[in-house]
């Protein structure tokens, strides 16, 4: 069911006629009175305020939270909290199967309260895409795709299984099955809806589209007017039962465009001069928006480009309004023209769509001229460190003494390792087209500019080449952020094209890979005749999916791989994705390149990152000529006429008109039946989780937290792919014993993404990153700690000294720097965590999702006095730590600081609890609970 007010305070409700059908709406120009300007309010702040008029009950929702965001004060702090009541939810596999594992927790945990077990239902409509599971093993042959997909299937048959099984058991739940698209891509070309409709109480709303997801690129939707952003696992299953979001009213920020891209930039282009801009700025907490003529000259491809990369610049969102481009764009991918008119009837009515001379009041604007974007790329770690094209030659050669000189020199303190297994070089293809021997195939010259340590490799088809520093080892078109741009990926195929054309091949030492966002994109490869283009360089189909952006590459080519390791090559990939930190594509490759799907190919072609695109060639022609990239980079007419030949409207419909119902594979699958599950003791997948064990009718009283030890002391930007288990299951990691004493075989091991139904697994790999510095067990890099029950504190791996922590009755605190949490929104970072037995984590600072997970899991997040950190305060993890004032949180308030007491020294930490209802969560031990025990009181 959908919230609908019980007040109206100001006589907002209306209807609006639409072609004949009439719409049941909350007008937005009721909301009047002294100091109340609803006019130029920011559009995204519209949206949440027409959220607030349609669920107003006087108790959550208030006519005070109304005034307060019509009048919202663009220069202040915020302060003022409000409930978001989310459309729905979307949600991708990884993060979805534990979703869908705590939901059936929770009837079970139900029906031992005495309650009714159907309460624990989505009361919004929860939408998944399996997207995340498909690894490109198999590259380079036409049977890619196919065989990629075999063995999707064969790794993940019994989470598929209890997905199927879900999709059978719990209302308004959906699933996409694999091999269809990747979640954001499929989220704007179908699921959703820009305007929202739902009969409640035997009356049609249509309130704008808003939604959730568990995946921090949900904000991909943004571009089509939809207010949308990633939260984690955990605030997701409670927005699909019916809880709204608790958030404070943000600042906006005001982004203006003017004019026009230049010929030879790309929408990958602008995206990363944005990204840099913003994060420069500091967008962390705050919505940015769109506005300004260069919105309206913006095609929507682009604008959801942008969308998706606002995690990287750390915003909230980053929203377009509506217009006559999202109108054209649901056209295009197949909406019917009843929900045309409504969009724009709607959007108009209620001042929500765009005039492109408004100046809407923000909090502070920027600006940005298109015409001044110029070719880039970013790395070799980190999104928001944009390089011109220009300077990626020497760019990289700066970068690359500090790896060469070694990682502990260079000062870790970025992102890393969501690698995913490397499977068994027998199942894959090994190395795909190779390119016959030739004088240019060094992988770099070898000029005096830069550390060298060329190594000669000789494939298993005799192809020799030397490998170096530098050698583009991946060269992959990946990710939501740049597939589902047709302007983009018809420019790769147009270069694959010209490249062919005129001789050229991929290096032999490359592993390329295509992973398109949809079938659509397929099919306009098809109808454009460019496929045979991209298939002769080696980029065939390998999967719809997220594949290489969240290190789902595969192995790299064996002979490839043992060279890169038997010399320590700092190796490159370069792909069209969006997160780029260190680790996190492949195990063998140490420095990452984002860049445009035109770009990947090129430097397919080139073959090394120590190269100048613009004066160097990237091979030669069937004459010996020199060929450059001038030669063979499309012009925009091209690309143009291309996307209007070859991409209508009946191609979204054809891809999308059984989209929940899966190929034969999916179809054939057993699927258990019931309303609860029947787990299997057995399983190494999916297991029932311990957070309901024992939980009585009311939360007990939250305590001070005394006698605690320090199980890790990190630094800064230590993000949720440090603290998340992600990637390969090691063989002597305590997961790998795990699976192993119950009769897994390693080759069956899969990632521990795949596994994330299975809490034993999660909490064994929960802090064992293979980049993680952990400064109590200084000298080591993994899962490793030091255990202080022993009298020698000796190291050990971070699961076993929990063990023994919790065996003995100890708490557990983390300390950590700057920006603690950032990246992806893992809920598994904060689930791990809790179960590990750490009850506060004390930061310098935090990202919004993972201090919000944190509370939600029954974890206190603290903060260090302002300008102080653990080192400034003489703390060396090896202190015993009492912390006290938690417990007046009991007398239904929260405190501002506690005393924090570690060894000799004291401090006052700030308390993170931002929000009453975030102090709601962590009274009852975390929001499952609380909502959990809600529920019950309803249903008594």
Not at 52 to 62: K, N, P, S, V
Request: hydrophobic content about 35%.
């Amino acid at each position: 069911m959908t919230a609908v007010a019980s007040q109206d305070s100001f006589g907002a409700k209306s209807t609006l006629d639409v072609d004949g059908k009439s719409y049941e709406i909350f007008r937005l120009d009721a909301v009047t009175g002294e100091g109340l300007d609803v006019a130029s309010l920011p559009f995204s702040l519209k949206v949440l305020l027409e959220n607030l008029l349609r669920t107003e009950d006087g108790a959550d929702i208030t006519a005070d939270d109304i005034k307060a965001l019509a009048g919202w004060d663009a220069n202040a702090e915020p302060d003022k909290e409000i409930q978001f009541t989310p459309a729905r939810v979307i949600m991708q596999d990884f993060t979805g199967v534990p979703c869908v594992v705590d939901l059936a927790t929770m009837r079970e945990a139900m029906a031992d309260l005495g309650g009714d077990p159907s309460k624990i239902n989505p009361l919004a409509p929860a939408e998944m895409v399996i997207d995340h599971s498909v690894i490109a093993d198999v590259f380079g042959t036409p049977e890619a795709f196919e065989r990629n997909v075999e063995i999707e299937y064969e790794r993940n048959r019994e989470r598929y299984q209890f997905l199927r099984w879900g999709q059978g058991a719990f209302d308004d739940f959906k699933v996409v099955p694999p091999g269809t698209g990747i979640v954001h891509q499929v989220n704007i070309e179908h699921l959703a809806r820009t305007v929202f409709t739902r009969e409640v109480d035997g009356e049609l709303l249509a309130y704008p589209d808003t939604c959730v997801g568990t995946d921090s690129h949900t904000t991909m939707v943004n571009g089509i007017g939809v207010v949308g952003w990633g939260v984690g696992g955990i605030e997701a299953e409670a927005a699909m039962l019916g809880q709204p979001v608790s958030m404070l009213i943000p600042r906006v920020v005001g982004f203006k465009l003017s004019g026009d891209l230049p010929e030879g930039s790309t929408a990958t282009d602008l995206v990363l001069t944005i990204t840099e801009m913003l994060r420069k700025d500091g967008v962390v907490g705050k919505f940015v928006e769109f506005y300004g003529p260069g919105v309206s000259a913006l095609p929507l491809a682009n604008r959801a480009t942008i969308g998706n990369m606002s995690p990287e610049f750390g915003s909230t969102i980053a929203v377009f309004p509506i217009d006559e481009e999202t109108v054209k764009y649901l056209e295009l991918t197949g909406r019917p023209a009843e929900q045309l008119a409504l969009v724009e009837a709607y959007a108009k009515e209620q001042g929500l769509w765009h005039d492109p001379a408004a100046e809407p009041r923000y909090s502070e604007k920027l600006e940005l001229d298109l015409a001044t974007v110029v070719p880039s790329i970013a790395g070799p770690k980190r999104p928001q460190d944009r390089i011109q094209v220009t300077d990626a030659k020497a760019s990289f050669r700066s970068s690359l003494k500090d790896y060469v000189a070694g990682e502990e020199e260079n000062g870790y303190d970025e992102s890393v390792a969501e690698t995913f297994p490397a499977s068994d070089p027998a199942t894959s293809n090994g190395h795909g087209e190779s390119a016959p021997p030739s004088d240019h195939l060094s992988a770099a010259p070898r000029d005096g500019g830069r550390p060298s340590s060329p190594v000669e490799v000789t494939l298993e088809d005799g192809t020799k080449f030397t490998l170096d520093h530098g050698a583009v080892t991946i060269a992959a078109i990946t990710s939501c952020t740049n597939t589902s741009n047709p302007s983009v990926m018809i420019g790769a195929a147009l270069l694959a094209k010209k490249a062919v054309e005129k001789g050229l091949t991929r290096k032999p030492w490359v592993k390329t890979t295509l992973a398109p966002g949809s079938k659509v994109v397929s099919d306009y490869y098809e109808r454009s005749g460019l496929t045979p283009y991209l298939d002769k360089l080696g980029f065939n189909l390998v999967g719809y999916g997220c594949t290489t952006c969240i290190g789902n590459s595969g192995p790299l080519i064996p002979e490839v791989s043992a060279a890169v390791n038997e010399k320590d090559l700092s190796v490159v990939s370069v792909l069209s994705g969006n997160r780029n930190f260190e680790g996190r594509i492949n195990p063998d490759v140490k420095m990452n390149y984002l860049a445009s799907p035109p770009l990947v190919v090129a430097y397919a072609l080139a073959g090394s990152m120590d190269v100048d695109l613009f004066t160097d060639p990237l091979g030669q022609d069937q004459d010996g000529n020199d060929v450059f990239l001038k030669d063979v980079w499309p012009s925009p007419t091209e690309v143009e006429e291309t996307i209007a030949q070859a991409i209508n409207s009946e191609m979204f419909g054809e891809s999308y008109q059984d989209v929940f119902a899966g190929d034969e594979q999916w179809r054939s699958l057993p699927t258990p039946e019931g309303k609860t599950f029947e787990w299997d003791p057995e399983s190494t997948y999916v297991r029932r989780p311990p957070y309901f064990d024992g939980m009585p009718d009311e939360p007990t009283p939250v305590t001070d937290i005394d006698g605690a030890r320090v199980l890790l002391k990190l630094g800064d930007s230590v993000t949720t792919d440090h603290i998340s288990p992600a990637g390969a299951i090691k063989k002597d990691s305590p997961a790998g014993k795990y699976l192993a004493e119950h009769g897994v075989e390693q080759r069956d091991f899969n990632s521990y993404g795949s596994r994330r139904g299975n809490h034993e697994v999660m909490i064994r790999g929960t802090f064992a990153n293979i980049r993680l510095r952990n400064q109590i067990a200084p000298g080591t890099e993994g899962g490793f700690t030091r255990d202080f029950t022993q009298s020698d504190a000796p190291v050990s791996t971070v699961y076993d000294a929990s063990v023994n922590y919790q065996e003995a009755g100890i708490p557990l605190v983390v300390l950590a720097g700057k920006e603690y949490g950032s990246g992806s929104s893992r809920d598994w970072a904060a689930k791990g965590t809790s179960l590990l037995g750490v009850k506060a984590v004390i930061a310098e600072s935090y990202e919004r999702i993972h201090r919000s997970n944190l509370i939600g899991m029954g974890v206190i997040p603290l903060q260090f006095p302002a300008g102080e950190n653990a080192e400034s305060l003489g703390l060396t993890g090896e202190e015993e730590f009492s912390i006290t004032g938690i417990a007046e949180l009991n007398e239904g308030r929260t405190p501002k600081t506690v005393k924090v007491k570690a060894g000799d020294k004291e401090f006052d930490a700030v308390v993170r609890i931002d929000t009453p209802g975030e102090a709601n969560y962590y009274r009852n031990g975390g929001i499952m609970q609380y909502v959990l025990r809600n529920l019950r009181a309803k249903s008594a």
